[in-house]
């Protein structure tokens, strides 16, 4: 009897884990859905993830490619966390296996630890001593062929994820990098839309001067050739501004044509 309602527990506790772990894939969803950037997806999505999936802070780190290190760009903690403690905490980094978001950077897999402040790779034993966490988590971002941030969660428990949790975990690291893929494809059809529409403006640009400039440069030439023929007629005062003129539309159509080409 007493083991049918161990059981029965047990099938209750999982499918309100299950449940929950749905909630918050959702909540991800609907964070990225209403953001322009990963960065403004970062304090809904972290809440959504922490309070979902029971963790007390989380951490987004991207690769800076200039250095090929992850550096720390948004965190999101418990309200029983002291925030300004994180942020005053000395600027850290990490290559490529060093600490847990660098072995998440490499493996490109999720990668956990319990008892944190015992593990020698852990290299902010002050974050687990001075905040009570125990356990970390790390979800690798991959955009394309490469990872473009690791997520960092951390909690209180003491026991390992379970597989259904670490795949949980895997898809929303998915989900970022869809999301930033998505982003960056946009971005680069809004700039080729410019470009577009900047070159259909320099070609009209280019049309409205040349035609009017076209004809100065006939008139002005006309005039040059017949004060050639007759240089006592009453125009010949006007020679030198002609001929200045004369100057500056070839020099303007000189830079209409190298601007064409």
Do not use: Y
């Amino acid at each position: 009897f007493l083991q049918a309602i161990a059981a029965l527990v047990a099938e209750a506790v999982e499918r309100a884990r299950a449940e929950m772990r749905l909630t918050t894939q959702h909540a991800v969803t609907r964070a990225l859905a209403h953001a322009s950037s990963l960065h403004d997806a970062m304090p809904q999505l972290s809440e959504a993830v922490c309070h979902g999936l029971r963790f007390r802070l989380a951490e987004l780190w991207r690769v800076d490619q200039s250095t090929q290190r992850l550096r720390r760009e948004a965190t999101w903690h418990h309200p029983d966390i002291d925030g300004t403690t994180l942020e005053a905490a000395p600027a850290i980094t990490f290559a490529p296996d060093e600490g847990l978001p660098g072995r998440a950077w490499s493996a490109r897999r999720v990668q956990w630890a319990i008892a944190v402040s015992a593990d020698a790779t852990f290299m902010r034993p002050w974050l687990a001593r001075e905040r009570g966490l125990r356990s970390a988590v790390t979800v690798p971002v991959v955009v394309g062929e490469q990872v473009d941030a690791v997520l960092a969660l951390f909690g209180l428990s003491i026991d390992p994820p379970d597989e259904r949790l670490l795949d949980v975990l895997q898809s929303i690291g998915m989900q970022i990098g869809d999301f930033i893929a998505r982003k960056r494809a946009e971005e680069a059809g809004e700039r080729r839309a410019r470009l577009v529409e900047i070159g259909t403006l320099t070609a009209k640009i280019v049309h409205d001067i040349g035609n009017p400039l076209a004809g100065l440069s006939m008139l002005a030439s006309r005039i040059s050739r017949r004060l050639t023929r007759n240089p006592q007629e009453p125009i010949a005062a006007l020679r030198d501004p002609i001929d200045r003129l004369l100057e500056t539309t070839k020099r303007l159509d000189g830079l209409i044509q190298e601007f064409k080409s």
